[in-house]
């Protein structure tokens, strides 16, 4: 069985057939999925695609503020990124038990304008931290192209449950990560699949290893969960480069990874299974 655990049905790319989207994915073997955005109207989108899921799919939301409300659009403040704050805490109050996350969430210094916003960016992020601490949920990340940024916010929340979605991370960032939280999960998604993308194959190849043996080893209370993405409609796979990114493409991950692992697929299936449900429902 496969799940998609983060996803963007909600994006202007998937939104207008999103009905399509899911009766497709759900027709791939369906189990669960998460929808993921990034501002308020994408937001209140993913709680509609929630309340009014017509399949048996089990779908739920996070819902966060993406750097682009810092770097793109109106938020130049401390006093506007309270206020914001405040509107996505309204957000969740209000729809408690379709939400399972914040995020997602992050630093991205993948523009030159970075550099001009980057303690807003940090501070957005922190504020997002505090909110998913004070209602016990896990905090989703995409960190692009500043680790070490990210890396030095989220120090401040080791007693949360931390999930890293997407973008390039190193085999050493994998291990710097896995010592530092103790709630671990790491993303795969299509960019694995990438000719160029060796270094992410070895970060798989990391992430397993430490998972196995921390699994063996009693002592220690750290683990490096794997999970399984499509982040659609973006990073199409390698199969269908260029055309747009849909949930049901999920299966063609879980045959690369099983690959990369040399592991069974039904055994990677009922691993990511388990680490999906013990992020987003324990």
């Known amino acids: 069985m ?3 655990a983060h996803t963007h049905l909600n994006s202007d790319q998937l939104y207008p057939d999103r009905h399509t989207h899911l009766s497709e994915f759900q027709g791939v073997w369906w189990t669960a999925l998460i929808n993921i955005w990034v501002n308020h ?3 209140q989108r993913a709680i509609e695609i929630t309340t009014k899921n017509p399949t048996d799919i089990f779908m739920k939301c996070a819902i966060g503020l993406h750097p682009g409300e810092v770097s793109l659009w109106h938020i130049s403040s401390d006093t506007q990124i309270t206020k914001e704050i405040e509107q996505l805490k309204r957000l969740y109050e209000k729809n408690s ?6 995020g997602e969430c992050w630093i991205d210094a993948h523009y030159t304008w970075y550099k001009t916003v980057s303690s807003l960016q940090k501070e957005l992020l922190f504020r997002q931290g505090c909110v998913a601490r004070e209602y016990k949920l896990p905090l989703i990340i995409h960190s692009r ?6 890396f030095d916010v989220l120090q401040e929340f080791t007693d949360l449950k931390i999930y890293f979605h997407c973008r390039w991370y190193t085999p050493r960032d994998i291990i710097t990560l896995h010592h530092t939280f103790p709630s671990l999960w790491i993303w795969f998604c299509w960019n694995t699949t990438y000719p160029k993308a060796q270094q992410l194959r070895d970060s ?10 921390t699994h063996k080893n009693t002592i220690s209370w750290h683990s490096v969960r794997l999970l399984l993405e499509t982040d659609a409609p973006y990073l199409s796979p390698q199969q269908k480069r260029w055309t747009q990114n849909t949930p049901s493409h999920i299966p063609y991950l879980y045959d690369a990874v099983s690959d990369y692992l040399s592991t069974p697929k039904e055994l990677v299936c009922k691993h990511t299974e388990t680490n999906f449900y013990a992020l987003y429902t324990n």
């Not at 038990?97 to 914040?102: D, K, L, R």
């Not at 192209?145 to 990210?150: A, C, L, N, R």
């Not at 798989?204 to 043996?213: D, F, P, R």
């Open 2 to 4: 496969y799940i998609d």
């Open 41 to 43: 109207q994408r937001n």
């Open 97 to 102: 038990e379709h939400i399972v996350a914040i």
């Open 145 to 150: 192209d500043q680790f070490e940024d990210t």
């Open 204 to 213: 798989i190849l990391t992430a397993h290893q430490i998972s196995q043996w």
